[in-house]
């Protein structure tokens, strides 16, 4: 390979360049933000009250820290979260299981499924909240009702996906539909498995914050609307900063791990 | 000695709006170690015909023997090639290959040491812990030969295992395999549309009709000596006659 040459130099000069550039633009976008809603607010061109500030963010961050509760607030919704997440991928992976091994079952609760996916599960909320009662509970079955549906159709349609000739190879060899599963149905759908968990890091956060909204005492999601009730948008304002950075962090968890499958692939 | 029989196969399929008759009485017998190939026009029930002798669909009518054991559900001692590799990317070549033997639960020292002479000797050990994208279109249906060979099965099915290869390493593999085939003693029942591969490769050819499909034509295919191997068969002087003879009856069949 000619990996010295001036011209693959110059290539591998580029490619970095332009990655350094995209992030170099990337931060000074997020600096410009921050910084112009600062100045626009202490030059009051913007009311900081319905804004807030950047500094003002800072000071309640500083509070909520001082008070000891920043730590309980972003545990329990993590928690939630994370809790959420992992039941409705299990659950559901589960239950798309159940449904691939029985074909008239699938067939019997498919219009079931559709109507499930098609109603706003958030909607079922004051019902959970009376079965279950208020609480972390509740908040975590929100969570799970709102990926749980998703992952069953992603994943069994990533099952159903598989060559067909791949199960007929086996059955030459005289698989059981256990043995069907273990060696080749899951195995061959952990693609789609994992672009499932993608989509239910979104989803856990919105079953989370709005299960939040509802119950909570504690939590991101109460502190938001606390913060609300008690006109502090600075409140309001830092908790769903804190909100996006954990959701981008859950999110590069999971990146990692498709990574990793992907350099083992 | 025979090792196949298959003895007056009907098959029908059925939808809500039709029954179509796919196989009408088909009889044939294959013996140990021949190399029987099935010819027909594209659409008339040869793949068919081979997943049920494999025994993944049971015929309308009609009996398969091997051994003259009757078939009852799915035997073990078949194995099947597909057009496609049908590798499983996510495990190495020696995972590949032992798949069947582990499926089986036969996977014994004995077993074991059987797939490995197979690497050794087919030019695949050094890849054994290849992942199958590594290697070339070539080597996986190698691989996947390998792997229907390692639980010993009494009877190859192909079912036009090289279609999917370029021209060039269809040639190469054709032979290959062909030697492998040769080397382990194997019944072979090949399927293709290919009439020169079915020449260069078989001991007897099964000329198929049109759908309903019956058996057209039978026939013998015979090389002298020096003609040992399906690149060179391509160049025996009686090549064109086989092709002549088999195309006019698979064209008489087109209308």
Redesign the interface.
């Known amino acids: 390979m000619l990996n010295n040459s001036i011209e693959h130099k110059n290539y591998i000069k580029k490619v970095k360049r332009r990655k350094r550039k995209i992030i170099i633009t990337q931060i000074l976008i997020l600096i410009i933000f921050f910084a112009w809603w600062e100045i626009s607010g202490d030059l009051k061109i913007v009311d900081p009250f319905l804004t807030s500030t950047p500094s003002r963010m800072l000071k309640t961050l500083v509070k909520l820290y001082n008070q000891g509760n920043l730590f309980k607030h972003i545990l329990v919704t993590c928690g939630e979260t994370i809790l959420g997440f992992c039941l409705g991928t299990f659950l559901g992976t589960l239950i798309a299981i159940l449904l691939w091994w029985s074909d008239f079952v699938a067939k019997v609760l498919d219009p079931y499924i559709v109507v499930l996916n098609a109603l706003p599960k958030v909607a079922l909320a004051p019902i959970i909240i009376f079965w279950v009662g208020n609480g972390i509970g509740a908040i975590i079955i929100i969570a799970l009702l709102i990926s749980i549906i998703v992952t069953i159709i992603t994943v069994l349609n990533g099952f159903k996906s598989v060559d067909e000739d791949k199960i007929k190879l086996l059955k030459t060899f005289g698989a059981t539909k256990f043995q069907v599963l273990t060696h080749l149905i899951i195995p061959a759908s952990i693609p789609t498995l994992i672009s499932a968990l993608k989509i239910n890091v979104g989803l856990s956060w919105v079953g989370v914050i709005m299960g939040e909204f509802l119950v909570a005492k504690e939590g991101l999601g109460f502190l938001i609307i606390f913060g609300g009730q008690i006109s502090q948008l600075d409140m309001v304002m830092i908790s769903i900063i804190i909100l996006a950075i954990l959701a981008f962090l859950m999110y590069k968890c999971v990146a990692i791990l498709e990574k990793r499958y992907r350099t083992f692939e | 000695m025979n090792k196949v029989d298959i003895k007056n196969i009907c098959m029908n399929y059925h939808t809500i709006t039709s029954e179509t008759i796919v196989l009408k009485n088909i009889s044939f017998s294959v013996k140990e170690e021949e190399f029987l190939t099935i010819v027909g026009p594209s659409g008339c029930g040869k793949s068919t015909l081979l997943n049920i002798i494999?025994?993944?669909l049971t015929p309308s009518k009609g009996k398969i023997y091997i051994h003259e054991n009757k078939i009852r559900t799915?035997e073990?001692n078949?194995?099947?090639m597909?057009?496609?590799d049908?590798l499983?990317?996510?495990?190495s070549v020696w995972e590949n290959v032992i798949?069947?033997l582990?499926?089986?639960k036969i996977f014994t020292e004995k077993n074991k040491d059987y797939v490995i002479s197979l690497l050794r000797h087919y030019g695949l050990w050094n890849f054994r812990n290849h992942?199958p994208?590594q290697l070339s279109g070539g080597m996986r249906q190698r691989v996947a030969l390998i792997r229907t060979l390692a639980?010993n099965p009494d009877v190859l099915l192909l079912d036009e295992p090289f279609s999917a290869l370029d021209y060039q390493t269809r040639l190469k593999i054709s032979n290959e395999v062909f030697k492998i085939i040769r080397d382990e003693k194997k019944t072979v029942i090949m399927v293709t549309h290919d009439i020169p591969e079915a020449i260069s490769m078989s001991d007897r050819i099964i000329i198929l009709s049109n759908r309903p499909a019956e058996i057209r034509k039978t026939e013998i295919v015979n090389f002298s000596k020096e003609y040992s191997s399906p690149l060179k068969r391509r160049e025996a002087p009686n090549f064109r006659l086989y092709f002549n003879s088999i195309w006019k009856e698979l064209d008489s069949n087109v209308k």
């Open positions: 494999a025994g993944l799915l073990k078949i194995g099947y597909f057009q496609k049908q499983f990317e996510w495990i798949l069947g582990k499926i089986q992942y994208k639980t």
